[in-house]
T-cell receptor, first 115, second 113 residues
Framework: AQTVTQSQPEMSVQEAETVTLSCTYD???????LFWYKQPPSRQMILVIR??????QNATENRFSVNFQKAAKSFSLKISDSQLGDAAMYFC????????????FGKGTKLTVNP | NAGVTQTPKFQVLKTGQSMTLQCAQD?????MSWYRQDPGMGLRLIHY???????DQGEVPNGYNVSRSTTEDFPLRLLSAAPSQTSVYFC????????????FGPGTRLTVT
């Protein structure tokens, strides 16, 4: 069974600085999708960034980028120029390509941004 | 375009009561899912549907029932509520083509006493 592990229950960063959230996963599949979701106190799940496993190029969305290491099964999220509004729970998630509907989530990392 | 909507936002039930959590989407998505989120855990899949009339079990289906009579609606029924079902429930939908991005509703916080 696929599993997703986020080893940092909590992280903090100073405003305007950079922080990296870690995620590792376990799968025997070769094709899959990986996602980072943000959950602010409002509870809404917001997609931050996504990566297709067959693409070697790391995904980037504005201040958010990933370091995808397929062989190491690692998918870390880097937030540059951190803003107060980035404070939230961040969840890493995995989905196998085709067939399975299940998104497998990690337990989350709570990010605090200090002014 | 409202996206994925869920009602109610909050609910308190007594053990043994039944209720239905409503979920609707206006994006014509084929796939719809229900997840639950417990403290210290990520979301876990309860049930899902790949189209009207087709449903299947997820990771934690016991105590829940679903049906999908239309593309837009995917209600989740708690048959006989138990304290272990205290959780936040999320409905999600996605298209069957493209990037498979899940769109989530705002969640329902359910407390069973």
């Amino acid at each position: 069974a696929q599993t997703v592990t986020q080893s940092q229950p909590e992280m903090s960063v100073q405003e305007a600085e950079t922080v990296t959230l870690s995620c590792t996963y376990d799968t025997s599949e070769s094709d899959y999708y990986l996602f980072w979701y943000k959950q602010p106190p409002s509870r809404q799940m917001i997609l931050v960034i996504r990566q297709e496993a067959y693409k070697q190029q790391n995904a980037t969305e504005n201040r958010f980028s990933v370091n995808f290491q397929k062989a190491a099964k690692s998918f870390s999220l880097k937030i540059s120029d951190s803003q107060l509004g980035d404070a939230a729970m961040y969840f890493c998630a995995y989905r196998a390509l085709g067939g399975s509907e299940k998104l497998v989530f990690g337990k989350g990392t709570k990010l605090t941004v200090n002014p | 375009n409202a996206g994925v909507t869920q009602t109610p936002k909050f609910q308190v039930l007594k053990t043994g009561q039944s209720m239905t959590l409503q979920c609707a989407q206006d994006m014509n998505h084929e796939y719809m899912s229900w997840y639950r989120q417990d403290p210290g855990m990520g979301l876990r899949l309860i049930h899902y549907s790949v189209g009207a009339g087709i449903t299947d079990q997820g990771e934690v289906p016991n105590g829940y029932n679903v049906s999908r009579s239309t593309t837009e609606d995917f209600p989740l029924r708690l048959l006989s509520a138990a304290p272990s079902q205290t959780s936040v429930y999320f409905c999600a939908s996605r298209s069957g083509t493209g990037f498979y991005e899940q769109y989530f509703g705002p969640g329902t916080r359910l407390t069973v006493t």
